[in-house]
């Protein structure tokens, strides 16, 4: 976060706006004016360009959201199903499903590719994804291995873009492995349109044939990847 760093800053209270190096992926590293994106060729490794970022944060959204949501009354499950305007339109209304209704100054569409907010706005035909004809793919990779980790670091402690003469594009962003913040209370919380996670049976109670505390190993976890058109 670079650009918009100045305007978030802004939106949130003192409090949080002075907080927000606790949302750094990376929170030992320590930022300052000279911060740069560097960009390289994914095929040579020659490096074809340095942009100036002074200040730049590589910002993990999930200890963002965690950050900005403090102390603030969130709710899950709302789906929205019309907006409406009081007669002089200097108030706006939210209408959900389950009946409720929220007034403000303003609604902020932030509800995704999927949004209800822009197809309120401008209808279903227009507010339809156009597709770009890209596949964007994500993966998380843990190295368990420390010279490997501080060679691919070594492009850049935040961020770097590659790219391949192919048509590809790459970017390598590093993740910190400190302690994360404090989960948020509702996490976990599950959105009533997604289906139901079947419940983890519990493991048997030690007993006069079974005292000994079962094996662990190491867990292997597989990256989610995501793709888009």
């Known amino acids: ?11 949130l209270p003192g409090d949080l706006s002075a907080r927000m190096n606790e949302a750094k992926c990376d929170t030992s590293h320590q930022n300052g004016e000279d911060e740069t994106i560097y960009l390289y060729n994914s095929k040579t490794g ?22 900005c949501s403090s102390d603030l009354p969130v709710m899950f499950g709302k789906i929205l199903t019309t907006v409406t305007y ?9 209408h959900f499903a389950d009946g409720s209704s929220y007034s403000g100054d303003i609604v ?8 209800k ?16 004809g890209l596949v964007f793919n994500s993966t998380i990779v843990h190295y368990n291995d420390a010279e490997k980790a501080k060679h691919v670091r070594s492009a850049s402690p935040t ?3 590659g790219y391949h003469p192919d048509g590809m594009l790459h970017t390598i962003a590093s993740k910190s492995p400190l302690p994360r913040l404090t989960p948020h209370p509702l996490a976990n919380s599950q959105h009533p349109n ?6 983890t049976p519990s493991a048997p109670k030690p007993g006069p044939s079974n005292s000994a505390p079962p094996r662990s190993g190491p867990q292997k976890t597989t990256a989610p990847t995501a793709q888009a058109a």
């Open 1 to 11: 976060m670079h650009w918009a760093l100045p305007l978030l800053k802004r939106l």
């Open 46 to 67: 020659e490096r074809l360009k340095e942009v100036c970022a002074p200040g730049m944060l590589r910002i993990s959204r999930r200890k963002l959201r965690a950050l």
């Open 86 to 94: 009081n007669t002089s339109g200097a108030a706006v209304t939210a």
């Open 108 to 115: 902020i569409g932030a509800d995704g590719p999927g949004s």
């Open 117 to 132: 907010v822009r197809e309120l706005l401008l209808g279903v035909e227009k507010s339809k994804n156009t597709p770009l």
């Open 159 to 161: 961020f770097a873009i």
């Open 194 to 199: 997604q289906p139901k996670k079947s419940p």
